[in-house]
Every structure is written in structure tokens, then in C-alpha cells.
């Protein structure tokens, strides 16, 4: 059974990272999205909150799952079974950073591969930053997240 995790902040999720969900659980058994509880990045949403999100954007795909973890990233892929490691690039400009951290994953234990996957062009320039920056001001949401989501950005800031 080949099995990967997809990791990220997700604060919020956004439609460039359900692109990546979407094509990757074809390319599965299991897609696990890993949502990191970082407490440093002083998050709008709880870990619990983001998951919530997630879990209603992926309610109609049965091999992919949803959960929080914090400690290494290799740590939750072995604890879940997954071999695989997801990462999505937007630019160029992601490279070097996500470069590094394969490797470094790669280091901390062997046994998983990275697959990166080239968003779909008309995310690229999506980021959940600037997701938040677009909302402060009252900017058009429409298109860069999920409906679900908007409310309940919406939600948080009012
Ligand atoms: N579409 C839209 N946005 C995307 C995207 C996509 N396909 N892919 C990435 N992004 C955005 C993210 O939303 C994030 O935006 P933000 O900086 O505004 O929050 C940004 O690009 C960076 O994404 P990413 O590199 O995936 O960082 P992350 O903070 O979401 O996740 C982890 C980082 C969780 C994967 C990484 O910190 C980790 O593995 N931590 C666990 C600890 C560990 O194992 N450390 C050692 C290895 S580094």
C-alpha cells in the first residue's frame, strides 16, 4: 500500500493546497494531510480549527485523511505508515527551501522520498499569508479559498 503524507501550517487551507490534495490521493492508496501544530507561528486558526476546515474540503475523497502532528515531520510519516513525503511548489523561488528540506528530511531518516508536485499555475501566487493580508483589508477571497473557509476567516477577524 503506498502511502503519503502531505504536511503544511494550513492556516488556512487554500485552493492551491487543495489542488495539490486532489491530484495527489490519485496518485496514492493514502494521502494524510499533516497539519502542523506550531505553536511559534503564532497562527490564526488552532491546529483543531484547521483541521476541521480541511477535514470538510476532503469529505468526498475516501483515501485521504486528516490530522494534527508536531515533532518531525519523519516521525509522524513512520507513525502513519507512509513512505512518501508531499510537498507542492508554486515558484522557483520554493525551491531552495523545500531543496533543503528533503534533504534534510532525507538525513533524519532515509526511507522517505520527497515528491514535489508543480502547483497548477493559476495558484502560484496563492499563499495563506497572504491569504490573512487580502482579508485584514477586506479584500475579494473569492477564488483564492474555499466558501467554507471565507466564512470562517470572516468569522475571526469581525
Ligand atoms: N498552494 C498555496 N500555498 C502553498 C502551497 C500551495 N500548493 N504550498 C505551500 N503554500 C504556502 C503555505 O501556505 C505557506 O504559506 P505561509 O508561509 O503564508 O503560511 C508557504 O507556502 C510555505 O509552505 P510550506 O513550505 O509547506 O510551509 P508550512 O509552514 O506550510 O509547512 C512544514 C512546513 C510543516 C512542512 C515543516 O515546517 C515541517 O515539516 N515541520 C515539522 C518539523 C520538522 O520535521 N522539521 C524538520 C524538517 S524542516
Redesign the pocket.
Known amino acids: 500500500m503506498r502511502i503519503a503524507v502531505y504536511?503544511?501550517?494550513?492556516?488556512p487551507i487554500?485552493?492551491?493546497?487543495l489542488?495539490?490534495i486532489k491530484r495527489a490521493s490519485k496518485l496514492y492508496d493514502r494521502l494524510i494531510v499533516?497539519v502542523?501544530d506550531?505553536s511559534s507561528?503564532s497562527p490564526m486558526f488552532t491546529s483543531l480549527e484547521r483541521k476541521s476546515m480541511i477535514d470538510e474540503q476532503i469529505k468526498d475523497l475516501p483515501n485521504v485523511s486528516c490530522d494534527v502532528?508536531?515533532?518531525?515531520?519523519?516521525?509522524?510519516a513512520k507513525q502513519n505508515g507512509a513512505s512518501v513525503i508531499v510537498?507542492?511548489?508554486?515558484t522557483v523561488a520554493?525551491f531552495e527551501?523545500?531543496f533543503?528540506?528533503a534533504l534534510?528530511?532525507k538525513s533524519?531518516n532515509s526511507d522517505y522520498e520527497t515528491m514535489f508536485?508543480m502547483?497548477d499555475s493559476k495558484?502560484?501566487y496563492?499563499?495563506?499569508?497572504?491569504?490573512?493580508e487580502v482579508a485584514k483589508y477586506d479584500g475579494e477571497l473569492e477564488g483564492l479559498v474555499p466558501q467554507e473557509v471565507i466564512i470562517k476567516i470572516k468569522d475571526k477577524i469581525h
Open positions: 504536511p503544511g501550517s494550513f492556516d487554500t485552493n492551491g493546497h489542488d495539490i499533516g502542523l506550531n507561528k502532528f508536531s515533532g518531525l515531520l519523519v516521525d509522524f510537498k507542492g511548489l508554486r520554493d527551501y523545500e533543503q528540506m534534510l528530511n533524519l508536485m502547483t495558484y502560484s496563492i499563499s495563506s499569508s497572504m491569504v490573512k
